[in-house]
């Protein structure tokens, strides 16, 4: 969920970058919640006016539909209500976009 939420909002190069504003309350763990790969999971941003369509096409293919919050600003926000407690993730899209781009670079050795 994170580095999805991550790749969404700042993890490109030459694009616009986007904010967002996220809660989201769980029964799993932090760690689980935030990277787990178990269970198929989309994230879809859309207009609020596409809300009742995107509802219906969830509930037409039995999927279940959370609301996380709201796009737009330069941070990406994320309070995550969890087994453990609360955590709260704020992060400056520019910021996020800097440890991104070069990473695997640094990340072995090379300049980025």
Not at 45 to 59: Q, R
Not at 62 to 87: C, F
């Amino acid at each position: 969920l994170l580095v999805a939420l991550a790749e969404c909002a700042a993890c490109h190069p030459g694009k616009t970058r986007v904010g967002a504003t996220l809660a989201l309350t769980t029964d799993e763990d932090a760690t689980r919640a935030s990277f787990g790969e178990g269970g198929a999971r989309v994230l879809v941003s859309y207009p609020p006016e596409a809300h009742a369509a995107v509802e219906a096409t969830c509930l037409g293919a039995g999927a279940p539909l959370t609301v996380m919050g709201k796009t737009g600003g330069d941070r990406l926000a994320l309070t995550l209500n969890h087994s453990g407690g609360r955590t709260r993730i704020d992060l400056g899209l520019a910021d996020l976009h800097a440890a991104w781009d070069g990473a695997l670079e640094r990340a072995v050795g090379l300049n980025a």
